[in-house]
């Protein structure tokens, strides 16, 4: 009985910080837009798996006899800002919920009592300070969405993905050793006629042995220089003739095949890409701003310090879209261990 207690003690504690969390949390972070809460709370009932969830709205909890709905738990807690934790499903974390909605509601009807509402003056300097991060949120959002449109995405993908030069895969065999002697060793029985997928199978040290050796599709980036420089030099279909070391050890090296790596539908990147677009147009627009005023920095000290020096220090690096980072990584346990890999 006292473990059962005891358990139940260490439920409630946990519920109990996870509301005041999120009470602190809403405190301080932005307000969403009026429609955003109901559409966290659609996303979030359309994720759950292996719970079913009826279609209307009904009460599941009670506050001295005042019903509460499951769409007021649910939107108390995207209102917080707060997710589902990953791998949790709603029917598990639904008890915290309403254990989140209860104590807020207890919170707020105690500060009430107390005498504290918005003529608080702690409460206001909250409530300026989330209005000015809402007005801010907003700000940038709409230099975002006005900034770029349809035919700015279009025209990004074309010279991003669809103009760039083809990336060019090979598809791989190797058989991975630890000494030279044993490298030349199987060399030989190659040159023999030997099955390689089946000497790779009975010697190699790596994992892909099970597989023949085979690594997959791989880009010259994706390994080690060395096993890129051998593999990207030999012929399809022939084989390393000499030992190619890395510090994995000892490689011998079947190429099989060579293609394009196969570039992304405009459709699979267009929000990636409008994103990308959005956030370039945010930071040129914060970029006019600040020159449209003259200011003057200090150090910690109090000492002046060169203008350039804190641009330089809030300036953000931007990187360039190249398309091998929107397509996906055709390799084969590239970086499983003991395997070449990216350095």
Do not use: C, W
């Not at 007021?72 to 949790?88: A, C, I, K, R």
């Not at 099955?195 to 080690?224: C, H, I, K």
């Not at 627009?285 to 020096?309: A, H, I, M």
Request: hydrophobic share 40%.
């Amino acid at each position: 009985m006292a473990e059962k207690n005891t358990s139940q003690n260490l439920v409630t504690g946990f519920s109990i910080i996870i509301a005041l969390a999120a009470v602190a949390y809403a405190l301080m972070m932005h307000v969403e837009k009026p429609n955003q809460n109901q559409q966290n709370v659609e996303v979030m009932l359309q994720s759950v798996e292996a719970f079913e969830v009826s279609n209307d709205n009904p009460v599941v909890m009670t506050i001295d006899g005042e019903e509460i709905t499951r769409a007021e738990v649910l939107e108390n807690f995207t209102q917080s800002g707060s997710q589902l934790p990953p791998g949790m499903s709603l029917d598990r974390i639904f008890p915290l919920l309403q254990e989140q909605y209860l104590v807020e509601k207890l919170t707020i009807d105690a500060a009430r009592e107390r005498g504290i509402d918005q003529s608080n003056p702690e409460v206001q300097e909250r409530l300026r300070q989330a209005l000015e991060t809402a007005i801010r949120a907003e700000y940038v959002a709409e230099i975002g969405e006005d900034a770029v449109s349809d035919e700015d995405v279009r025209n990004a993908y074309q010279n991003v993905v669809a103009n760039a030069p083809a990336t060019i895969e090979r598809r791989a065999r190797h058989i991975l050793v630890e000494t030279q002697e044993a490298a030349n060793a199987l060399i030989i029985r190659l040159e023999q006629g030997a099955d390689f997928a089946e000497l790779a199978e009975e010697n190699s040290v790596g994992p892909t042995a099970e597989r023949g050796g085979d690594l997959g599709y791989f880009t010259r980036e994706q390994m080690v220089p060395e096993f890129s420089q051998a593999a990207f030099d030999l012929d399809v279909g022939s084989f390393t003739r000499t030992p190619v070391e890395t510090q994995f050890g000892f490689h011998v090296i079947l190429v099989e095949d060579e293609r394009e790596r196969a570039k992304p539908a405009f459709e699979e990147v267009r929000d990636q890409l409008r994103d990308q677009l959005r956030q370039a147009a945010i930071q040129g627009e914060l970029q006019k701003l600040r020159q449209q005023v003259e200011f003057e920095v200090f150090d910690l000290n109090g000492n002046p310090l060169d203008t350039q020096v804190s641009e330089d220090a809030s300036a953000e690096v931007e990187e360039s879209v190249t398309p091998d980072e929107m397509v996906e990584d055709n390799s084969e346990d590239n970086n499983a261990e003991g395997e070449p890999e990216a350095e």
